[in-house]
């Protein structure tokens, strides 16, 4: 099997990242750490990026602005009280921990805790990240063919994938 030259479906791509806020806020970064792996085209990461790294090659780098209808949306709903008996006794509840309720039909949907006291849990239907734009630096640090099982997965294994 020949090895990709370019980013593009079913390949695994590693990078390192850096992620900020429009404020230039760091939120997220791989720097200082091993870079992450995804695999491309399966929706590892955000619509927009995935779009921009297509056809990029190792070491190229990459400055994007993302908007949030091509990374997290855009905020719908609002945050909603939940009583803290709703969840089991000995969890730990915080802001910014994401949980997954279920709905009446028995779907599950995820939900991020915005707040937290005695009695009440605040949570919100939207990603954090949701209505923000989000601004990537990137740097291409590797690229190889996806494994069968890994495109059966949905997902990278081995060094900055998933460990299972
Ligand atoms: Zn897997």
Known sequence: MSEPDVVAGGTVVTMHYTLKDPEGEVIDSSSGRDPVAYLHGAQNIVPGLERKLTGKRVGDTLSAEIPPEEAYGERQGDPQPVERSAFPADSELAP???????????E????????????????????PLAGVTLHFDVEITGLREASEEEKSHGHPHGPGGHEH
Do not use: C, Y
């Open 108 to 127: 599950s949907f995820p939900l991020w805790i915005v707040d937290v006291s005695e009695d009440t849990v605040m949570v919100d239907p939207n990603h």
């Open 96 to 106: 910014g921990m994401r949980v997954v309720a279920q709905g009446k039909d028995g």
